[in-house]
């Protein structure tokens, strides 16, 4: 399976259009292959779902569920927030506990409509003021990655590179990640 590579540590389930009962069944098979190989499951939007699914953690939007509401679904597990390219979202969240903040869209986009553009001045600021893990979202490759990391993010949500790269079938995209 493509998680042997080591270089995934967490795997976010989002399914935008499926049905609930999709997203569970999905949700299960995800879930065991994640466990197989010592990778951390994130539940996109959902803190009810990661409950059902014994999820380690769910992933917040800003337009979805608060995050203390969220704690009282699924209690001290892995909460990560949305930040755009705000200061002042990234010290709310960090305010309300945030397990990662996450920042972008950093390049062009075709996994979704990139709303807000980030840049590395934000995650430098951000390195400042807090320890709390960063994630740099949006289109990522094997080209740009590592200016990323090299400006303080800690983690890289590539999709669009992996799952839709007609150059690379998915676990030759992750390896070109080094």
Not at 157 to 166: L, P, V
């Amino acid at each position: 399976m493509v998680l042997k590579t080591g270089k995934v540590s967490f795997f976010q389930l989002r399914l935008k259009n499926y049905s609930h009962r999709e997203k569970v069944i999905i949700g299960k098979k995800i879930q065991n292959i994640c466990k197989k190989n010592n990778v951390k499951f994130i539940i996109n939007d959902d803190p009810s779902l990661a409950l059902k699914l014994d999820a380690d953690g769910c992933h917040l939007g800003q337009k979805d569920m608060n995050i203390e509401k969220a704690k009282k679904i699924i209690g001290k597990k892995i909460i990560g927030i949305t930040c755009h390219n705000s200061m002042n979202l990234a010290k709310k969240a960090v305010r309300a506990n945030a397990s990662y903040l996450a920042f972008g869209t950093f390049y062009s986009s075709k996994t979704k409509k990139t709303k807000y553009v980030a840049s590395t001045k934000i995650l430098n600021k951000v390195k400042k003021f807090t320890k709390t893990p960063i994630v740099a979202i949006g289109g990522i490759n094997s080209d740009n990655y590592s200016n990323l990391l090299l400006n303080n993010a800690n983690f890289l949500a590539i999709s669009g590179y992996i799952w839709k790269n007609k150059k690379y079938k998915p676990l030759q995209a992750i390896e070109r990640i080094k």
